[in-house]
């Protein structure tokens, strides 16, 4: 057990752990059995009833708490502490039948139908009416137990590409949002460049959701669309918010959002929470996001542990979410101020193409990563494995037959007392914005290459470099650091260019990737070309951009070296900056690949070696020391500590690096002081 004592006695002093349990599966005799094996195994908290609404309300007002009251009972006579979930994403069957236009609708136009999970149109006001009810239904009964410290709203917001409807109340509800945005038909038909192919409307009434067109559809109705998409999320979310504050006050609310999600502002949606969680399954994460040109090498070789960038990335991501923004921090006594990993794979997983047991030693990694980049508690899914319906072939920690899994040992031989809680103090930011995301994929033009993989290719380049790193958006204080990597950020508000000019001013190192600046807020090109309101900060312009099929490759010299670009290659027309870098051979031979004026530097070639080798270089020029670290080797630090990691699955013995003549075993972690 961890000595989580502090001289305050409110905060935690080191990491703690949960699991996610589902007394609705199981006889009503197991959770005081669970409550004591998760006590024993030094578990804090569990997760309840995300998918219970079934069980809690059967018919439409009949609702039966007794086995949700005994089981929360039960839990707390066993030394933990409750987080219970609004059971949104499971409208049952009495719902939907008797509202079948509740049911969210494809991109194909079909509807989709129940019998599985998300099967909601966040627009419907009749399901908003049910999702109300039932939240202040379960907020008014358990709202102030002694045993419930805490709520997650819902479940993984947008999974199964649930996070936009393209029909029912969502197509409905579309022309009044723009309507509101724009005032008149004529401004929105400027502001999307109608003219163009004859897309021009007379009436609010003629818009759709855009889907089914012949040809591909017009990228800044698909942006407004998008953008309306996710303000439904984020209000469905609010109205669950504040009812649990209203029925549940000094108690914490959060969500547990998803790996690398990218159908909503995450920004937008996490303000009044009071901390971050997400769901951290690294196996089947690699199979879906590993880096294009790198994917079945990477996968094979790091197919039991995850990548260490790929995991990270989410971690920076959600942590960052709320600093400098709307997080409210509010938690009970003794509870963690966030933020979380609620959902923390312990074996294997069962939803991706393929599904490896994790090598031994993973999900001890697992859990000092994230303490490491900074998560309070990890909650394990799930307590025992599933024995019906979709997730038969999920672990969990338990197996089917109730005997202690592969991860169960893991968890219990854990030192909790090396992972103190604390910053994360990294003196480099990496800027995210989802606008620039979803504007980037509509018209990817190379199809290796995607907003995500530009935008993980800097962060592993800093990674690999020893660096720890907060991920933010571009409104957050960026005053505090360094340097600022924007990896991808295509879309440029004008009020952001201020921003970077004075971080510019005031000795601020910053880094912009290829397509920076190319599109206005609406989703056109400047008229005055890229970089449109940052050319005079840039002091150049766009010339020409090349997409690399694979196999076809473009050479970069900078320095002493060559590099041979990949996916995408542009090249600037200067004023005023100087080319650090430039292409040799092809249609653009000569020209500039990598600029720089005073503190600005543009890289307009991808390739990870060289973004490491201009950002090593300039790292160093600021006083920051890099650590040139071996493929899947890892360092991160909090709180004073510093932890080493192997995620490779042989030995590493360091070279050239601080801990020198170090021999790091496979799949492992030390902690070390500094």
Same mark, same amino acid.
């Given at each position: ?14 990491? &703690? ?111 908003? #009416? ?9 907020? #008014? ?72 067109t012949v040809a591909e559809p017009n990228p800044s109705h698909l942006l407004d669309y998008y953008r309306f998409c996710s303000s439904l999320i984020a209000s469905f979310q609010a109205e669950q918010v504040a009812i649990l504050r209203e029925c549940s006050p000094d108690r914490f609310v959060t969500h547990n959002f998803m790996i690398f999600e990218s159908s909503f502002d995450h920004y937008e949606v996490a303000k009044g929470l009071d901390f971050v969680s997400w769901d951290n399954y690294p196996t089947g994460m690699l199979e879906y996001f590993a880096p294009d040109g790198t994917q079945e090498a990477m996968k094979s070789h790091f197919a039991r542990t995850g ?36 959902? &923390? ?15 031994? !030693? ?47 040992? #893991? ?6 007392? &090396? ?87 005031? !000795? ?27 050319? #005079? ?46 292409y040799v051979g092809g249609p653009q031979d000569g020209l500039p690949a990598v600029i720089r004026k005073g503190n600005v530097t543009v890289i307009g070639a991808h390739h990870q070696e060289l973004i490491s080798t201009v950002l090593s270089e300039l790292l160093m020029n600021v006083g920051i020391q890099v650590e040139s670290l071996p493929d899947g080797v890892r360092l991160s630090r909090r709180a004073g500590k510093t932890l080493l990691q192997n995620w490779n699955p042989h030995a590493v013995k360091l070279e050239g690096v601080k801990w020198q003549g170090r021999t790091l075993a496979p799949v492992s972690f030390a902690v070390l002081d500094g």
């Amino acid at each position: 057990m961890p000595d989580n004592s502090r001289s305050d006695n409110l905060l935690p002093a080191f990491l &703690q752990l949960a699991t996610c349990d589902y007394p609705e599966h199981v006889p009503s005799d197991r959770p005081a059995i669970y409550a004591q094996q998760q006590h024993e195994l030094g578990l804090t908290y569990v997760r309840l009833a995300e998918f219970a609404w079934s069980r809690m309300e059967p018919r439409c007002g009949q609702f039966e708490w007794d086995w949700l009251d005994a089981a929360i009972d039960a839990y707390f006579a066993g030394g933990l502490k409750v987080v219970l979930c609004t059971p949104t994403p499971t409208p049952p069957a009495w719902l939907t039948r008797a509202h079948p236009e509740i049911l969210p609708v494809d991109t194909q136009g079909r509807v989709r139908e129940f019998g599985a999970r998300r099967h909601y149109d966040f627009a419907s006001p009749i399901y908003r #009416e049910h999702s109300r009810r039932i939240t202040r239904a379960i907020a #008014e009964r358990y709202g102030q137990h002694e045993a419930v410290v805490g709520w997650q709203t819902d479940n993984e917001w947008a999974c199964h590409n649930t996070g936009r409807s393209y029909g029912g109340a969502s197509a409905e509800a579309f022309p009044d949002w723009l309507e509101a945005k724009y005032g008149s038909i004529d401004k929105l038909n400027t502001a999307w460049g109608n003219v163009f192919w004859s897309m021009e409307y007379s009436d609010w009434a003629q818009i759709k959701p855009p889907i089914l067109t012949v040809a591909e559809p017009n990228p800044s109705h698909l942006l407004d669309y998008y953008r309306f998409c996710s303000s439904l999320i984020a209000s469905f979310q609010a109205e669950q918010v504040a009812i649990l504050r209203e029925c549940s006050p000094d108690r914490f609310v959060t969500h547990n959002f998803m790996i690398f999600e990218s159908s909503f502002d995450h920004y937008e949606v996490a303000k009044g929470l009071d901390f971050v969680s997400w769901d951290n399954y690294p196996t089947g994460m690699l199979e879906y996001f590993a880096p294009d040109g790198t994917q079945e090498a990477m996968k094979s070789h790091f197919a039991r542990t995850g990548h260490p960038d790929l995991i990270g990335f989410n971690h920076d991501l959600y942590r960052g979410l709320l600093k400098g923004r709307e997080g409210l921090g509010r938690t009970g006594e003794g509870t963690p101020s966030g933020p979380w990993v609620m959902e &923390q794979q312990c074996g294997q997983v069962n939803w991706a193409p393929y599904n490896p047991l994790p090598e031994g !030693g993973a999900v001890q990694l697992w859990t000092a990563q994230a303490w490491a980049h900074g998560m309070d508690v990890v909650s394990y899914f799930r307590w025992r494995a599933a024995t019906m319906a979709q997730e038969v072939l999920h672990s969990g920690l338990l197996r089917h037959d109730e005997t202690p899994d592969r991860g169960y040992a #893991e968890v219990k031989t854990l030192n909790l007392n &090396q992972f103190p809680l604390g910053e994360v103090a990294a003196r480099v930011a990496l800027l995210h914005d989802y606008d620039s995301l979803w504007l980037y994929d509509i018209q990817k033009h190379s199809a290796g290459l995607s907003y995500w993989t530009q935008t993980v290719t800097y962060y592993m380049a800093l990674r690999s470099l020893g660096l720890d790193v907060d991920i933010l958006h571009p409104d957050a204080d960026l005053s505090g650091y360094a340097v600022v990597v924007a990896p991808a950020l295509t879309l440029i508000k004008p009020e952001w260019v201020d921003t970077f000019a004075a971080l510019a001013g005031s !000795g601020t190192k910053l880094v912009f990737g290829p397509r920076t600046a190319f599109r206005t807020p609406g989703g056109e090109t400047w008229a005055n070309g890229q970089f449109g309101p940052m050319s #005079e900060l840039v002091s150049a312009k766009l010339l020409q951009f090349d997409s690399l099929r694979p196999g076809l490759t473009q050479d970069v010299r900078y320095g002493e070296g060559t590099f041979a670009a990949t996916n995408w290659a542009e090249s600037y027309r200067l004023d005023g900056a100087k080319a650090i870098a430039s292409y040799v051979g092809g249609p653009q031979d000569g020209l500039p690949a990598v600029i720089r004026k005073g503190n600005v530097t543009v890289i307009g070639a991808h390739h990870q070696e060289l973004i490491s080798t201009v950002l090593s270089e300039l790292l160093m020029n600021v006083g920051i020391q890099v650590e040139s670290l071996p493929d899947g080797v890892r360092l991160s630090r909090r709180a004073g500590k510093t932890l080493l990691q192997n995620w490779n699955p042989h030995a590493v013995k360091l070279e050239g690096v601080k801990w020198q003549g170090r021999t790091l075993a496979p799949v492992s972690f030390a902690v070390l002081d500094g």
